[in-house]
């Protein structure tokens, strides 16, 4: 694990560009921090980089959206996805996401340490800790097995 | 007249039993469950020929497998059953791939093996003789952990099921060990089995459920 601080939003949307540069087909990334420690925000990082054209917005009543990209990486959808509202395991488990993602997709999901045994043992996490107003500290966990990100605390 | 749904892993699959006449058709092998299975049971029962009102008992495989497909067959069995009045009976994957290794005269220890996506199987160990014993209950495991087990056996053990072909590798590589490729289970087996069954409500069978509702209570609710 390692942090990374962000002094910002645009410095969490960076963060999000930097993740998005390791992620692989099949990958699912939890997003785990209080509300408004910026996981949307860095949500949008990951999508540009992805290359997914359309506003990503916070899925809290969608539960779940598609987005398609444009990448030369074999990701071909980002599904963006939030458990804040979730009230039943059968409703997570409903979603899924870890199917959804198999070959030629990936997951972000918000609140998604709620139901982390739904998604398996390889998976990322990013745990958002508000330090004041606008900094956070996001603190990056790669899935067992993968091999060492560097750079991330940059 | 039985019918029989099978959808546990990217397969679909029906059959029909009345008698000693049996028959079973691949509907599909790449999770297109919700498109081939309804027109899939028409075209079986139409070929018979025979309607709906001649199912009396519908066997559905409930799990553990590939969610997406489950929830596809097992709506289908439940609404089916309501529709018709047919009585409703539900099989595991795994004890399917068992009796079939035993329809197939595999004898002694039997791991059936689900895929379970996200790296992990589903696992049910059984001992097969004059009868398929079930040894331990259905449960998530990694295929190393599961391999490594074995490997300190000292019995010949055999591997069925799909989780067996997707990681060959890992597990034909424990001394003593057969992978039986069977790429679903089937659903003249499912029937078998279900034939002999009382009936009961059928709900599918996640096995990740028990670790995340132990998540769930521990975290901050909105």
């Known amino acids: ?154 | 007249m039985i019918l029989g749904i099978e959808t546990a892993t990217t397969a679909c699959a029906a059959g029909l039993a009345a008698g000693e006449r049996r028959v079973e058709s691949l509907l599909a092998s790449d999770r297109r469950h919700v498109e081939v299975l309804v027109p899939g049971i028409q075209s079986l029962l139409a070929a018979w020929p025979a309607t709906l009102g001649d199912v009396t008992r519908i066997v559905v495989d409930h799990g553990p497998g590939l969610f997406t497909g489950l929830r596809v067959g097992i709506a289908t069995a439940v609404a089916l059953a309501e529709a018709t009045g047919a009585e409703l009976v539900g099989v595991t994957s795994l004890e399917v791939y068992a009796a079939e290794a035993a329809a197939r005269g595999v004898t002694g220890s039997v791991v059936a093996v689900v895929d379970g996506r996200r790296g992990e199987l589903f696992a049910q160990s059984f001992t097969l003789g004059d009868a398929v014993v079930a040894r331990d209950i259905p449960r998530v495991v990694r295929p190393r952990d599961l391999a490594e087990h074995w490997a300190g056996a000292a019995a010949p053990v055999t591997f069925v099921g799909d989780g067996a072909v997707r990681y060959a590798s890992d597990l034909g590589a424990v001394p003593g060990a057969t992978c039986l490729e069977v790429a679903w289970p089937s659903v003249e087996t499912a029937m078998a089995i279900g034939a002999q069954r009382d009936p009961s409500p059928v709900h599918p069978l996640y096995l990740r459920e028990a670790d995340a509702v132990a998540n769930f209570p521990t975290r901050p609710w909105p």
Request: one cysteine or more; hydrophobic letters at 45%; charged letters at 25%.
């Open chain 1, 1 to 154: 694990m390692s942090a990374r601080r962000c002094a910002n939003p645009a410095d969490t949307v960076a963060a999000g560009r930097a993740l998005a540069a390791w992620l692989v087909p099949g990958d699912v990334v939890v997003l785990t921090g209080p509300l408004g420690a910026g996981k949307t925000v860095f949500s949008t990082g990951v999508a540009a980089a992805l290359g997914v054209r359309e506003r990503v917005t916070s899925p809290t009543f969608t539960l779940v959206r598609p987005h398609a990209c444009a990448n030369d990486r074999g990701i071909v959808t980002l599904y963006h996805a939030d458990l804040y509202r979730v009230e039943s395991l059968d409703e997570a488990a409903d979603l899924a996401l870890g199917e959804l993602v198999e070959e030629s997709a990936v997951a972000l999901i918000e609140w998604g340490e709620r139901a982390e045994a739904l998604w398996g043992p390889d998976h990322w996490e990013v745990r958002f800790t508000i330090e004041d107003d606008d900094v956070r500290e996001l603190a990056l966990t790669a899935p067992p097995g993968r091999a060492p990100v560097t750079g991330w605390a940059a």
